[in-house]
C-alpha cells in the first residue's frame, strides 16, 4: 500500500484509483485477515466451546427464563455466524476495558440508528467465541434481551416487572452472563408511574448484584429520557458510536456484497458501491450511515434484477437514486444542459419578478446537479 501511495500513484490515478480506493482496500485486506484468522481458531475452539447456558468449567447456571426471551448472540457466533465491524476498534477495546473489571460494570452504548450498534454487539460476541479477548471474558455469553418481546409478551407492568427480575436474577446465579439491554428507551414508551417503578428496579439490581450489562440507545432518546434520570446514568460508562467515514462505508458495503450476490445471484460492481456510498446520506436523515447505504445497495440490485441484468453497475445505481429524488444524477447530456442553462428563464414563466431568489435557486440547482455541492449539508434547493 505504500508502494500505491507513493511509487505508482500516477498510473493509478490514469486508472482512475484514488486515495480513498487504497485505503478502502487496506481496511478490506485487515479485515480478511482477521476473519480468516477467527475462522482457523473458531475450528478448533468450536470442538471444546458449549453453545448451552452452562460453561465449560460447569460453574454456571441454567437460564431458563432469560433463554425465552433473549438471543445468545455468542452461541450463535460459536456456530458459525461471524460478524466482524470495520474501524471500531477503538469502541471494541474500551468495551473490552470496562466489562474484565471484577466489580459490577455498566456500558451504554450510544448512537443514531442505524450505525452499526448491534453490528458492533455481534463483533463483541465473535471475539467471545475465538476467545481473542481478556482471558476474564473468554468463557462468558454475551446475551441480548429483547425488553419489547417481553413487554408484548407480558402485557402489564406488574408482569414485565416480574419477568425482567427474574432474568436478572438469573444472570446473577450463573456468573459467566453479560446482559444486553438493546434499545433501552423502549422503558420510556411506558406509563410514567410504571416507568420509573421498571427504572428503579434495574438501577437497584445493577447496583446490588455488580453485573456485566450493556446497553443501546440514540441519542435524542438519552438526552430526553435517561439522561435526566441521574441515578441511572451514574451507573454507566458511555461509549459514543458514531457514523463510519466514506472509505469505511465503501469497505462495510464491500463486505456485504458477497452475501448479497449469493442471495440474489448477481455481481456487484465497486462502481455502484462507491456511487451508493456517495448519495447516501443524502436520504433518510433520521437513519444513519453505514445501514441505509445497504439498505439502498439491494434496492439497487433488486432494480438491476427487475431489468434481467446478472450484474449491479454505477449507471443502475445512479437509475435507483435519480428515481428516489426524482432529479437525474451522472452525466449531463447535451438536452438536460441546455434545460439546466436556461433555468431563469422556465421559472420567470411561472413567477413574477424575484430575480435575486430565481437566480440563486438555479444556480444551486445546477451546482448540486453537476456535484459540486456538500451532500453532507442539505442543498439550498431542497426546501423545492
Known amino acids: 500500500f505504500v508502494i500505491m501511495r507513493n511509487i505508482i500513484k500516477s498510473p493509478l490515478l490514469d486508472l482512475k484509483i484514488n486515495d480513498l480506493d487504497i485505503d478502502s482496500l487496506e481496511s478490506w485486506q485487515q479485515n480478511e485477515f482477521r476473519k480468516n484468522n477467527y475462522y482457523k481458531r473458531w475450528k478448533v475452539l468450536s470442538k471444546i466451546k458449549p453453545t448451552g447456558g452452562v460453561n465449560r468449567a460447569y460453574t454456571s447456571r441454567a437460564t431458563p427464563t432469560l433463554d425465552s426471551y433473549a438471543e445468545d448472540l455468542t452461541a450463535k457466533s460459536a456456530r458459525g455466524e461471524f460478524t466482524t465491524s470495520l474501524g471500531r476498534e477503538m469502541e471494541i477495546n474500551n468495551f473490552l476495558r470496562i466489562l474484565q473489571r471484577e466489580s459490577g460494570s455498566a456500558v451504554l452504548l450510544l448512537g443514531e440508528p442505524g450505525v452499526g450498534k448491534t453490528r458492533l454487539l455481534k463483533y463483541l460476541a465473535t471475539k467471545m467465541s475465538v476467545e481473542d479477548v481478556p482471558k476474564s471474558l473468554q468463557d462468558s455469553r454475551l446475551v441480548l434481551l429483547d425488553l419489547n418481546k417481553v413487554l408484548t409478551k407480558t402485557g402489564s407492568v406488574d408482569s414485565f416487572k416480574m419477568i425482567v427480575q427474574k432474568c436478572l436474577d438469573e444472570v446473577k446465579r450463573s456468573g459467566n452472563i453479560i446482559l444486553v439491554f438493546e434499545e433501552i428507551g423502549?422503558?420510556?414508551?411506558?406509563?410514567?408511574?410504571?416507568?420509573?417503578?421498571?427504572?428503579?428496579?434495574?438501577?437497584?439490581?445493577?447496583?446490588?448484584?455488580?453485573?456485566?450489562?450493556?446497553?443501546?440507545?440514540?441519542?435524542?432518546?438519552?438526552?430526553?429520557?435517561?439522561?435526566?434520570?441521574?441515578?441511572?446514568?451514574?451507573?454507566?460508562?458511555?461509549?459514543?458510536?458514531?457514523?463510519?467515514?466514506?472509505?469505511?462505508?465503501?469497505?462495510?458495503?464491500?463486505?456485504?456484497?458477497?452475501?448479497?450476490?449469493?442471495k440474489f445471484n448477481i455481481q456487484v460492481q465497486v462502481s455502484a458501491i462507491k456511487k451508493i456510498v456517495e448519495f447516501a446520506p443524502r436520504f433518510e436523515s433520521e437513519r444513519s450511515m453505514p445501514d441505509k447505504a445497504i439498505d439502498l445497495l439491494e434496492e439497487a440490485i433488486l432494480l438491476a434484477q427487475s431489468q434481467g441484468l446478472s450484474y449491479l453497475n454505477n449507471q443502475i445505481a445512479e437509475q435507483l437514486i435519480s428515481n428516489k429524488v426524482g432529479v437525474n444524477i451522472g452525466t449531463i447530456d447535451q438536452e438536460e444542459a441546455q434545460r439546466l442553462m436556461g433555468l431563469e428563464e422556465t421559472m420567470h414563466q411561472r413567477v413574477v419578478g424575484q430575480d435575486d431568489a430565481i437566480k440563486g435557486i438555479a444556480m444551486a440547482i445546477r451546482r448540486s446537479r453537476s456535484g459540486l455541492s456538500d451532500f453532507k449539508k442539505k442543498p439550498i434547493s431542497s426546501f423545492l
Not at 214 to 232: A, C, E, V
Request: without cysteine; charged residues 25%; negative net charge.
Open 186 to 262: 423502549q422503558i420510556m414508551s411506558m406509563r410514567e408511574e410504571g416507568r420509573m417503578e421498571v427504572i428503579n428496579l434495574l438501577i437497584n439490581a445493577i447496583d446490588s448484584y455488580q453485573l456485566k450489562l450493556i446497553s443501546t440507545t440514540n441519542i435524542t432518546t438519552y438526552n430526553k429520557f435517561i439522561k435526566p434520570i441521574k441515578g441511572l446514568t451514574s451507573l454507566f460508562e458511555t461509549i459514543e458510536i458514531k457514523e463510519p467515514s466514506t472509505y469505511l462505508s465503501i469497505q462495510i458495503l464491500v463486505d456485504e456484497v458477497a452475501r448479497l450476490e449469493k
